[in-house]
């Protein structure tokens, strides 16, 4: 009994040494612990990022390029992304990743203790990393101030800076950086651009079953991705659903019918291949005006003038005017000549549509807007409109002769010549211009004077340098084909001219206005004196060497012309809406072959194009100033007996020749 007692005691004195010893064990274990722990902290803390940069979160952004009617034509980026704000996000998008990604996401303050245990386990078992245990705020972390190895020195860092991020934002301000910043696959940053590449829609159209395979991919993107691997894909989803469903965001009914709706796919999003002269135009001015990197990276909106029906019109008649031509002159296609074509809205200057070659793929330089060449006698109308706003008329007379001139050289001697060879008299400027006579022409110019048709076409837009000789009234003087055209709605506009367009409106991410196109009209002629210009180019597609061009159901005017040799050829023409200027040739001006003028080459694909164009105005408009008076056009005599058979001419009531104006006055 004795013996019994002192054993019972010397068991309890055992234990109780016993746990003595545990508890300072335990002490010491849990003091290094603090120590190691916080020298550890203090040795990480040193590398780790300032969290300030989230506090103004302007990631890299999508610059998108719009046609007229609202279409994507282009997208700029360094990283696919559109940021969109939470509140514009349906409802149960945020709610479907946290229960995907991060349960607890409202309860904890950046780093979900559980979480965490739970991925150790995992991963001591598996003998690898293959749980994170990674919350929202520390993928945020991760994706904005860290690399994405896997080391536990950086999932350290990475649970500290969600710890402070969870201090400075608020929940939803971390769930706004998460689903604009987090990687969906296929090129994809952020939940509004995946929403476009994988179903062709904005974020906000989302349905519930969309949103749940949305919310299944930033764990695995490849391995989920409904492109690839639409098995798996639909298993995600379905857990994504369950989860949902399980914390409450939606019925059990819900999760069932999402899971069950037919998914339709995005078409892959590229550049409008027949656009880029276009679209190259554009970025061209947006980085000029405000940088590369906003041009890449500032999530613009461009609002353009681009009319994507009238652009594919227009590539199809450059491609089929091309083909004409090599059937004519039986080449191969290796020895095809460029062309390119604009059309300009006459009274608002907006480009709708542009082809700046036939191969963009091949060649980006751009023949509508970079290269300069020679107009030939379509410049030849800015002539005889500074004639016209001078004491001539239509009908005024000038001798088609043979002529001398000083030529270039010292010494040397210029004779122009009729592309006919012959010389036909007394010719009204009217015919001169309808027939393209260039002796009359040159001779009209040295009657007015060279200083005032280059005032005249510097007025129209034409900003190139022009030659100061005689040869100006043939063309000689290298121009841009949109500096050409859009001149011409100074004709077709009655008088003013419209500025070329490209671009009505420019925004930022936050829908601010960087800058916006209003019209910009300048009175260059009076109305009387254009619409007589526009009577006579009637003229040159109804009878003179525009014929090709003939076959519109409205009123159409225009010019032809053709350099020396053959090497250019172009055509300028309008309706009452529409100026379009058409050129073929070589880059290297070699010659398109004989008679390939600007009536035969191009003046057919001015029509093709043109007849895409809707003709809503089907006759131009006649200013009130405007008399009509029988005469014959080629003698410029007045016919008053033989009405018939002579030519309604135009004239202005202030500006009559004698006969005329006796006329009038009785």
């Known amino acids: ?105 409202f309860q904890h303050q950046g780093v979900d ?39 536990y020195t950086r999932k350290i860092k990475e649970a500290i800076l969600a710890y402070r991020i969870d201090k400075v934002l608020t929940k939803k301000e971390i769930l706004y950086i998460y689903l604009n910043q987090i990687y969906f696959g296929e090129g994809a940053y952020g939940v509004d651009a995946a929403a476009r590449v994988y179903f062709g829609k904005e974020a906000v159209k989302l349905s519930l079953a969309e949103i749940a395979i949305l919310a299944g991919l930033p764990q695995a993107p490849s391995r989920y991705s409904p492109f690839k691997h639409f098995d798996l894909t639909k298993k995600r989803q379905a857990y994504v659903l369950n989860r949902m469903a399980e914390e409450g965001y939606i019925t059990p009914t819900m ?18 291949e027949d656009s880029r002269y276009f679209v190259q135009y554009v970025r061209n001015y947006i980085q000029t005006k405000y940088g590369r990197e906003s041009l890449y990276s500032a999530g613009l909106t461009v609002h353009t003038t681009l009319d994507s029906d009238l652009q594919q019109s227009a590539t199809a ?76 008329t ?42 393209s006579r260039n002796v009359v022409t040159v001779k009209l110019l040295q009657e007015i004077g060279i200083e005032p048709v280059i005032k005249l076409a510097h007025d129209m837009g034409i900003k190139s340098k022009l030659h100061k000789n005689l040869s100006l009234a043939l063309g000689s003087s290298d121009l841009t084909l949109l500096e050409l055209a859009g001149a011409y709605t100074t004709f077709a506009n009655l008088g003013k001219r419209a500025l070329p367009v490209f671009i ?29 210009m526009t009577s006579i180019l009637k003229g040159v597609i109804e009878e003179g060497t525009g014929k090709n061009a003939w076959g519109l159901p409205q009123e159409a005017a225009g010019k032809t012309g053709t350099t020396d040799k053959y090497r250019d050829a172009c055509f300028i023409g309008y309706t009452p809406e529409m100026v379009c200027g058409v050129w073929m040739g070589f880059d290297r001006k070699k010659s398109l072959g004989k008679n390939e003028t600007g009536g035969r080459a191009c003046a057919p694909i001015w029509l093709d194009f043109m007849k895409s164009v809707p003709a809503r105005e089907k006759k131009f408009p ?24 002579s030519t309604w001419i135009p004239f202005s009531k202030d500006r009559l020749p004698w006969v005329e104006r006796e006329i009038v006055t009785q």
């Not at 608002?348 to 070659?357: D, E, I, N, Q, Y």
């Not at 050289?409 to 010549?417: I, L, M, T, V």
């Not at 006649?622 to 058979?645: A, Y």
């Open 1 to 105: 009994m004795g013996l019994k007692k002192k054993s019972t005691k010397k068991n309890r004195v055992w234990r109780w040494s016993h746990v003595h010893l545990s508890i300072f064990l335990l002490s010491i274990s849990f003091v290094l612990t603090i120590f190691i722990g916080a020298v550890l902290f203090s040795f990480i803390s040193l590398n780790i990022p300032d969290i300030n940069s989230l506090l103004k979160y302007h990631p890299p952004a999508t610059t998108i390029i719009l046609d007229r009617k609202g279409n994507q034509i282009d997208r700029i980026f360094t990283q696919n992304r559109f940021v969109v704000p939470l509140e514009k996000l349906p409802e149960k998008l945020p709610l479907a990743f946290v229960a995907a990604e991060d349960a607890r996401f």
């Open 113 to 151: 203790a559980w979480s965490v245990i739970r991925a150790l386990i995992h991963n001591l078992k598996s003998g690898g990393r293959g749980q994170g245990g990674s919350t929202i705020t520390q993928q945020v972390a991760r994706a904005l101030l860290l690399t994405p190895e896997k080391t």
């Open 255 to 272: 999760a069932r019918k999402a899971f069950k709706r037919a998914l339709l796919w995005g078409a892959p999003v590229e550049s409008d």
């Open 317 to 392: 008649s450059i491609r089929r005017g091309v083909a004409k031509w090599a059937v004519r002159r039986s080449k191969k296609s290796s020895q095809l000549p460029q062309a390119a074509l604009v059309a300009i809205e006459s009274h608002t200057g907006k480009v709708r549509a542009l082809v700046g070659g036939t191969d963009f793929g091949k060649s980006q330089f751009n023949r509508v807007t970079q290269a300069k060449r020679q107009p030939g006698s379509a410049f030849k109308p800015i002539v005889y409109a500074a004639a016209l706003k001078k004491s001539f």
């Open 394 to 435: 239509p009908v005024s007379v000038i001798e088609d002769e043979p002529i001398i001139l000083p030529g270039a050289g010292s010494g040397a001697r210029w004779q122009p010549q009729n592309f006919s060879g012959e010389f036909y008299g007394p010719t009204t400027l009217r015919s001169a211009l309808v027939h």
């Open 504 to 532: 009505t409106k420019i925004t930022d991410r936050e829908g601010k206005v960087l800058e916006s196109w209003h019209p910009v009209q300048k009175r260059v002629i009076d109305s009387e004196t254009a619409y007589q």
């Open 622 to 645: 006649v200013p009130e100033g405007i008399v009509f008076l029988p005469f014959d056009q080629e003698t410029g005599v007045f016919n008053p007996t033989n009405r018939d058979k």
